[in-house]
């Protein structure tokens, strides 16, 4: 997945695609480039790295028109052949997806004598274009889009038209109006340029130019669509005094969980979701990489709360093998970007199905609020770092709410009090740093805990393989010793989650079986008890607010996060691009 971005008006469009650009690297940061036109020539700069490298190429892009890109690589290696836009005959091309049968086309323009320049799927789209254009653009990517498959959103340019084209199909794209037209891949690329934004339908086919953008429909009739004002879902990209987007967001995990209390437990139409859990057969939850690992919080929550068979499942596996849901099961899928193509496939699989479809996104005007049956917001705002932080304790916070049927206010005002905790952990994370030490020096870092805390350990894992390219694995904690156990020695750290009285002696049994193979131990801890007997013994002990068990995931969340942050920096990793991965993996 990448991200395209396209402008057509009065000022120059190279320095606004790459503002654009800088905004959308979340999305991958591969390599970059961008195309302008001018008076019937196209310009191009392009190459392998990140956005910035073009800067100093900004100036020789003529033109108030043009294309740009930052690539996540799918097909190809991350260099400047690769990078787009691709550009055959008069077509330049940007593209956002994958183009599953381009081989056969690539095979089939070859012998038509087209020769190609680099490895991607893409590049087959500017052929096509090449292929069928005789003097009609719009035309032309109407013929050209009917030989793909796959999923894609696509910004040409063309030499011989003053403006850009754009479509899609399965991937996101929006549009914007205000000082001069544009086209991003997501709304934060807009710039402060758009007052209104629009999504367009799938397969519809948009022409953006200096004075303003028609669009039509798959056959290329005109059609509306309706434009909302952009203030209503302003994005929030900046990073304040920190240094990393990773620290400010989880600056902000407290008052995620404020505000999506407030909207989730007054949000019209929750009964009627309650009631559909309460009468359901099945609760599937469906998510992928952190989502997932909230969805399997999810189980533990509304498997207490409702007699149906709550179940988590890993979307890209679900979509292929669907957990048998009917008329009467409800799916719950979870995505902070709701633009995720193996949530949104298993999803719409989940609603063909017949079953209910619950979304809980971060994001209002995502892919996958257009097949739910009902959204249900976490209230995160804008999250940049590649790693998820605040998102996750927003979907806590809403599966909560879910699963609190009749007592939505009482379950809010105890997330409340979590978030409270939230701020104290994060404001005092000083034993972060500490542990973040032991988990550089080692070889490999288990997370493991019980009940609660086995989720959290998962989360806790992914967070930190992710930004500090650690090896590191979470488990519940009596897994340990039927197997990973042998692993354990001197140079590897286990940390520890232990938050449930009831559950803590056998977390320490746990615990002594690692320090007896003389690996290492770092406790975190809601309990005071438990902290006293074990900070003697062990590498470190961070004793966290007291929590009621129920809530202390929200405490253990932002103190893992914390520790993978601190763990990145300490080995001169990027925790807001870490390396081979993007925000929202928008292909399967
Ligand atoms: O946008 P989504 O929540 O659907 O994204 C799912 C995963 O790609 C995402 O959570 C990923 O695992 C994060 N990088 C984890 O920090």
Known sequence: MCGIVGYAGRDRAAEILFEGLKKLEYRGYDSAGISTRDRGEIFTAKRGGRVEGLRLSLKELKGTVGIGHTRWATHGEANDANAHPHAFGRFAVVHNGIIENHAELRAELRAAGHVFASQTDSEVVAHLLDFYYEGDLADALRLACA???????????????????????????????????????????????????????????????????????????????????????????????????????????????????????????????????????????????????????????????????????????????????????????????????????????????GAYLVAVTNVGYSAITRVADKVIPVCAGTEICVAATKSYVGQLACLHILASPGRADVRAAQLLKAADGIERVVADGSRALEIARLCV????????????????????????????????????????????????????????????????????????????????????????????RLSPRTDAAWLLPPAPAHLSHFLTAAALQLVAYRAALLRGCDPDKPRNLAKSVTVE
């Open 147 to 353: 030989r793909l498959k796959g999923c894609w959103a696509l910004a040409v340019l063309c030499a011989d038209f003053d403006g850009f084209a754009v479509t899609r199909r399965g991937s996101s794209l929006i549009l914007g109006r205000g000082e001069g037209f544009m086209a991003a891949s997501d709304i934060c690329a807009l710039g402060g340029r758009s007052a209104f934004y629009c999504v367009p339908e799938e397969g519809d086919i948009a022409l953006v130019t200096p004075s303003g953008i028609e669009i039509f429909d798959a056959e290329l009739s005109p059609v509306g669509r309706a434009f909302s004002p952009v203030r209503d879902v302003e994005p929030d990209s900046d990073k304040g005094d920190c240094p990393h987007y990773m620290l400010r967001e989880i600056g902000q995990n407290a008052r995620t969980v404020r505000a999506t209390c407030a909207s989730v437990a007054r949000l019209p139409g929750l009964k009627e979701v309650h009631s559909r859990l309460g009468a359901a057969d099945r609760i599937a939850l469906l998510g992928c990489g952190t989502a997932y690992n909230a969805a399997l919080a999810g189980v533990r929550l509304l498997g207490g709360a409702y007699d149906a068979c709550v179940t988590a499942h890993i979307a890209s596996e679900a979509r292929f093998d669907p957990p048998g849901l009917t008329a009467r099961s409800v799916c719950i899928a979870v995505s902070q970007s709701g633009e995720t193509a193996d949530t949104v496939m298993a999803a719409r699989a989940a609603r063909e199905a």
């Open 441 to 532: 020096r080692s070889r490999a870092v288990f997370f493991i805990g019980r009940g609660a805390d086995a989720d959290a350990a998962v989360e806790g894992s992914l967070k930190l393989k992710e930004v500090s390219y650690i090896f590191s694995d979470g488990y519940p904690a009596g897994e340990l010793k039927h197997g990973t156990l042998a692993l354990v020695d001197e140079s590897v750290l286990a940390i520890v989650l232990i938050t449930d009285e009831g559950l803590a002696e056998k977390c320490e049994n746990a615990v002594e079986q690692i320090l007896s193979r003389r690996g290492r131990v770092a406790v975190v801890t809601t309990l005071a008890d438990v902290h006293r």
